[in-house]
Structure formats: C-alpha cells, structure tokens
C-alpha cells in the first residue's frame, strides 16, 4: 500500500508534537528529509529503536527530532511504520507534515491507520472499533470494556458461537450434498439443540448492551425542581467532588452542553445544565412545561425540593411530572430549619429513594451517589469475565442474528428441507460475520473508520 502520513497528536501546543507515516516504502520518504546524529543504512535498523537527528530542507535544520522505527509486520498497521518526535507546535509539526507529503507521502484519512491494521488482518473489525471507542471514552469503565474488546473479548465470544454452528453445519452440508446417507433425523435434532445453545448465548449478549449502553452513553439525568429549590447549588456540589471527572461536550446545537460527571465509573450525563445556569439569569426562571420536556427524555429525574419551606403548588406539578419515572427525590437545605414534611412528600409513593441533602456544604451528595448506583446496578457490571457489548452495530447485528435463529428453528420444527434450513443458518453466520469484519461492504468500513480522529 501506498506511503500514508499525518499528524498524530492533538492539535494545539504541547511538549511534543508526532507526524506518523505507514506503508512499505514509508523509511525512502523518511531518508529524503531526516539526517540521523550517526548515519546507518535502513536494512541495519532494527525495528522499535528510536534515533537522534533533524529534519531537514534544503541543508536547512527544521527540526531537532527522534524518529522511531518500526518495521513489517511488527507494527501497528502491519507496514513499515515510523513516527517521527517533533518539538510540540503547530508550525514545526505541520512543516514536517508537508514535507513528508512532498516526498511521496499521502495525506492519511481519519482512522487509516486503524484501518490498515483491520485490512492486514492484524486486528479484526470489533477490535478496530474498540480504539475510537478507547479515545473517545468518558469514564473509567468505558475504557476497561474498550480495553476488554481490543483485546478480542468479543471476538472470542463470537468466534466459538460461529464454532458452534458450523460444527453442526458439517453435518448438515453432508447431508445436503449426499441425500443418500439417511441422517435427516439426527442432524434435525443436532440442529434444533445447536439453536437453542446458542440462542442462549446471543441473548446474553444482547441483554448484555443494556449494560453496555449505560457505559457508554451513561445515565442521562435531568435535575428539575421550582426556581430557588437548588438546582444550580445541586449542580455544582456534584461538578466540584473531587471524584468528578468533567468533559463538557458541544452538544448538536450551539448552548447546548453536556456535563458528565463519574459515578462508580459510569457517566452520569447531566442534560440541560445550560438551561439551568441560564435560568439565573432570566426572570422567567426554567418553567414547569421545560421541567416536563428534560424528564421525559432522561434515564434518571433527579427532583429536588426546598426542605426549609412547605410543598408549593410548583412542587406539586413537579410531584406530577415524575410520577411513574425512575427518580430521586431530594429534600435540600437540611442546614436550615426543616419545614417540609417527609410525609407529604411521600403520600403518592413516587419513590422510595428520598434522601436529605444539603447542597450547600455537600450533605448527602455520597448517599445520593450511592442509591444511583443501586438503581443501576453499577456494581453488578462486571468487565473482567463478561463479555459487554457497548457497540449499537453489534447489538443490532446480534439481534439480527436472534432472528434469523428463530426463523431456523421454524424451518427446522416445520421439518424443512435442509437445504432451506442451511440458509437461515448461513445468515446468522453471516451476522455474526458482520461484527467482526468479514462478510462486511465497503461501505459500513468506510462509515466505521470516518469517525476516527486523524492519526489514529
Ligand atoms: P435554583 O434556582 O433551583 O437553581 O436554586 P439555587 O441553587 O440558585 O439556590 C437558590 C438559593 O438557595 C441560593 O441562594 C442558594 O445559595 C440557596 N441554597 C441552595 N442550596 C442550599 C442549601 O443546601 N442550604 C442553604 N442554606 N441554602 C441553599
């Protein structure tokens, strides 16, 4: 393949700066701009050492450099690989950039270089994905999942349910090409037992992603309450613990923000914090009818109430909107004189998770982190021994493959031929297939790696 080049740290200035290149000539586009301290020809370099020298242009030093070698197939592509270490600015890393372009080098594409790695076979597609997923991760469990798939968790797990079947299918091709060997009713049984074993195992799976969701989209949890319950007090209590890890994302329009914070290594996506820090300074503040369109969209309604005044009628309209919805009921201000009655709040028995809290000096906010992590059995995921699946493309492949084990048990219970049965068989192979690469179109490649960074 062709010499591929890019930048593969990120933009802005840092200690060091690394333009990466991939293919088999990738060292002869290397040679025509790096001057090593000790000259040595390329067929005497070993593979993963690393060398002192500059960049050069026209006997013109443009850099002070360390390149590091790595040689086929002991790469990250499989290819010839070298990363040359730049003094980390812009227009240092970028002039190398351009000069590896100019002397033969391609620009690389988002994700090519993974790309590569998928395409020589080093890496299958599941494991592919799981880097962007690593890069992109918000919390300390995603990684782990991320971490478990690049290692081929996953892959395992489908490669012995694909096992499975096509020890069965043996049979069933034998069958299919020697009708004279009478073992339709054998073969029948073996078959209907191979669906069910593995109908088992798919929908472990499949259940497996609701986990798997959690983890990487987190919980998305809708603070509401009237204006001066706390809602902003709440907010920042939760973005200052010390255990909160902090991304604000860009959401899809321009306010928008989203803040996760950490709970037992899950995210816990707060949405419409814009809104709520905005309401401070309007003098309508985040209105009742805005309350009911956040609660329906989240995961988890945290409602929060004023413990040092009676229930308002806003309160109750707030009581209303989360009726029926997984929610925590938070009864803020302990530090003042207690006026609110557990009681009354309690009379509809909304929810069975009504905790004190005090949003000034942080009272509570462990027991609140707490019962969150109940409600979602965050404790219960466990990434060491099970397989999760945190991809929406494989769960909805592996339900796909459900499917078509069902309509194979149909064929078999309708005493099919086996010929038609093989087909509906060679379809969940062919699901199953999907996840890890092989059977896949160009194009779901070509979708998967454009949502890579450059570089990577
Ligand atoms: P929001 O309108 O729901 O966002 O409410 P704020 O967070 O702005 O709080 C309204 C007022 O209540 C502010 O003056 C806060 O300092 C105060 N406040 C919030 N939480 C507490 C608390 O736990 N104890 C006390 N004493 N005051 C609080």
């Keep these: 393949m062709d010499v591929i080049a890019s930048i593969s740290t990120a933009p802005g200035i840092g200690g060091i700066g690394i333009v990466r290149m991939s293919g088999k000539d990738c060292f002869s586009v290397l040679n025509k701009i790096f001057r090593p301290k000790k000259e040595e020809n390329i067929e005497n370099i070993r593979g993963y050492t690393i060398k002192y020298g500059v960049i050069i242009?026209?006997?013109?030093?443009i850099d002070e450099v360390l390149v590091s070698y790595f040689k086929e197939?002991?790469?990250?592509?499989?290819?010839?690989?070298?990363?040359?270490n730049t003094h980390g600015g812009n227009i240092i890393i970028k002039k190398i950039l351009e000069l590896c372009l100019k002397n033969g080098a391609n620009l690389a594409e988002p994700g090519e270089f993974t790309k590569r790695a998928f395409l020589n076979g080093r890496i299958d597609l599941s494991q592919a994905e799981s880097v962007i997923d690593i890069?992109?991760?918000?919390?300390?469990?995603?990684?782990?999942?991320?971490?478990?798939?690049?290692?081929g968790m996953l892959s395992k797990k489908i490669k012995e349910i694909k096992q499975e079947i096509l020890d069965v299918m043996v049979n069933v091709d034998v069958s299919i090409d020697y009708p004279e060997y009478d073992v339709d009713d054998v073969t029948n049984n073996q078959i209907l037992d191979m669906l069910d074993s593995i109908e088992i195992k798919l929908k472990n799976l499949e259940k497996s992603f609701d986990n798997g969701k959690l983890i990487k989209d987190?919980?998305?949890?809708?603070?509401?309450?009237?204006?001066?319950?706390g809602k902003s007090s709440l907010l920042n209590a939760i973005l200052k613990e010390d255990r909160a890890i902090v991304t604000e994302y860009e959401g899809t329009t321009r306010d928008t923000i989203e803040e996760f914070v950490n709970i037992e290594g899950i995210p816990l996506k707060l949405v419409d914090t814009a809104g709520i820090r905005e309401a401070k300074d309007e003098v309508e503040k985040i209105g009742i009818a805005k309350s009911k369109e956040i609660a329906n969209e989240a995961d988890l309604i945290i409602a929060i109430f004023d413990g040092s005044k009676e229930l308002s009628e806003e309160d109750y309209k707030i009581l209303d909107i989360i009726y029926g919805k997984k929610c925590i009921i938070l009864l803020n201000k302990v530090d003042l004189k207690n006026n609110l009655k557990e009681e009354?709040?309690?009379?509809?028995?909304?929810?069975?998770?009504?905790?004190?809290i005090s949003a000034l000096n942080g009272d509570g906010l462990e027991k609140l982190y707490n019962v969150?992590?109940?409600?979602?059995?965050?404790n219960e995921i466990n990434l060491d021994n099970d397989v999760i699946i945190t991809n929406l493309r494989h769960k909805k492949l592996i339900s796909n493959?459900?499917?078509?084990?069902?309509?194979a048990k149909q064929t078999v219970n309708e005493n099919m031929p086996l010929d038609i049965i093989a087909i509906f068989i060679k379809d969940i192979l062919e699901d199953l297939g999907n996840i890890t690469g092989e059977f896949v179109t160009d194009d779901i490649i070509n979708e998967i790696?454009?949502?890579?960074?450059?570089?990577k």
């Design 57 to 61: 242009e026209n006997n013109e030093i």
């Design 73 to 84: 197939p002991k790469s990250y592509t499989t290819e010839n690989m070298c990363e040359i």
């Design 135 to 151: 890069i992109n991760s918000k919390s300390e469990k995603e990684v782990k999942a991320g971490i478990k798939q690049l290692e």
């Design 218 to 229: 987190g919980i998305k949890t809708a603070i509401i309450g009237k204006p001066n319950a």
């Design 344 to 356: 009354d709040i309690r009379f509809k028995n909304i929810t069975d998770h009504v905790i004190k």
């Design 372 to 378: 969150i992590a109940k409600m979602f059995n965050l």
């Design 401 to 407: 493959a459900i499917e078509n084990v069902k309509k």
């Design 449 to 455: 790696f454009a949502k890579f960074c450059l570089g």
